[in-house]
């Protein structure tokens, strides 16, 4: 999401003029970001001094301050005619400068809130609307986008698109996983941004996975050809072929102690690039897309990696009580299989002890 449109969606939420759709598509950005929960925040509190200000002062002796404040810009963005009498006291004024080194994005935060809210109808002709569709866990879905392409949303996912592709480019947002069928469209490239890629396609099949409580994105393609470009680092590029896969780790916590081990930081990802993986048994089943056929699959998965796929496809909560089990592999197709059939044959090559009350499974020695 750029920096307009999140300006925009929190400006339209304090005006009480945002949709359902809007609000969650903010809750969703400000819940993945530090940064912009505290831009928001100082925002909710400036809109407060504003609607203080209004109150307690003629209309013309505001608008005259907010010039002022605006002039802190390199390009001041407000205009407004003077009025002949009335001043701002410089209390009200020393109230914004304790903002300190926030000061300038404060005051381009203002202008964005009387922007929007002033010229509300125009922001909507020259923007375009989003759709968002989103899957809860234990649910899939299918979508078509306007171009006619295809996404298949796997559980506890969600995607952000155009409502139409007016545009030079067909862009995605993914937060989750999906398998993407692009039409073809040379003049129009297909770009999804998820998490700290951005992919860019011509027309393809193929699968991402990037979840926000997974440290790794992942791009496997089918058929075709994607560039992925990494965005902290646009001079990265990989071009993939069909049956590769890229890994991108967007951060690795630092170790502790004299380990040896590499700590990345998350402006320079570890990329890792194979080939897809089939599995053992059955060479024709692609693991990264079985999902996609109603199939539960993995191979050589760390347990805790297993763990966190059961509870996404089955809406329940996995608890490995014994560290010792996370790190344990696990391959297996599980098609249509219940919650205990799938944890039953698992601890049948695992060697562990399981229950499982409601909607929790505990697994320990």
């Known amino acids: 999401m750029s920096e307009e449109q999140f300006w925009l969606l929190v400006s339209l939420k304090l005006s009480g003029e945002a949709t359902p759709e809007e609000l969650a598509l903010l809750d969703s950005e400000i819940s993945q970001s530090p940064e912009k929960r505290f831009k928001a925040d100082l925002l909710v509190q400036i809109w407060l001094e504003k609607e203080k200000s209004v109150q307690l002062y003629e209309k013309d002796n505001y608008n005259r301050h907010l010039q002022r404040l605006s002039n802190h810009l390199a390009d001041p963005q407000l205009r407004y005619e003077v009025g002949e009498t009335g001043s701002i006291a410089v209390r009200r004024r020393s109230t914004f400068l304790k903002w300190g080194i926030g000061i300038a994005a404060a005051v381009a935060i203002v202008f964005v809130i009387l922007f929007a809210v002033t010229t509300k109808d125009n922001l909507y002709k020259t923007s375009t609307s989003k759709n968002v569709v989103s899957t809860k866990r234990g649910s899939k879905s299918r979508i078509q986008l306007p171009d006619g392409s295809i996404v298949f949303l796997n559980a506890d996912s969600r995607i952000v698109y155009d409502e139409n592709f007016s545009g030079v480019l ?3 947002t993914l937060f989750g996983e999906a ?3 692009v039409a073809q469209d040379k003049n129009h490239p297909f770009v999804i941004h998820a998490g700290g890629l951005d992919i860019k396609v011509l027309g393809t099949t193929f699968n991402v996975r990037s979840y926000a409580d997974e440290k790794n994105t992942e791009t496997c393609l089918i058929t075709g050809a ?3 470009t990494i965005r902290n680092n646009s001079d990265k590029k ?4 069909p049956n590769e896969k890229l890994l991108v780790k ?6 502790s102690g004299n380990t040896g081990a590499v700590t990345y930081e998350e402006e320079e990802p570890m990329m890792i690039l194979s080939k897809i993986q089939f599995h053992s048994s059955d060479s024709s089943s692609v693991i990264e897309t079985q999902w996609t056929r109603n199939t539960l699959a993995f191979e ?7 763990a966190r796929k059961i509870e996404r496809w089955y809406d329940v909560r996995v608890v490995i009580a014994d560290e010792s089990l996370k790190n344990n592999t696990y391959s297996g197709i599980f098609e249509d299989e219940t ?3 799938v944890i039953r044959a698992l601890q049948l090559t695992g060697g562990f002890k399981y ?3 409601k909607k929790e499974v505990i697994i320990k020695k």
């Open 355 to 357: 229950s499982i009350d």
């Open 179 to 181: 398998y993407f069928d």
């Open 339 to 341: 919650l205990s059939q």
């Open 238 to 241: 990989i071009i993939l072929k």
């Open 226 to 228: 994607v560039e992925i």
């Open 250 to 255: 967007n951060s690795i916590s630092p170790s």
């Open 300 to 306: 050589g998965e760390r347990l805790e990696d297993v």
């Open 170 to 172: 067909r862009e995605v």
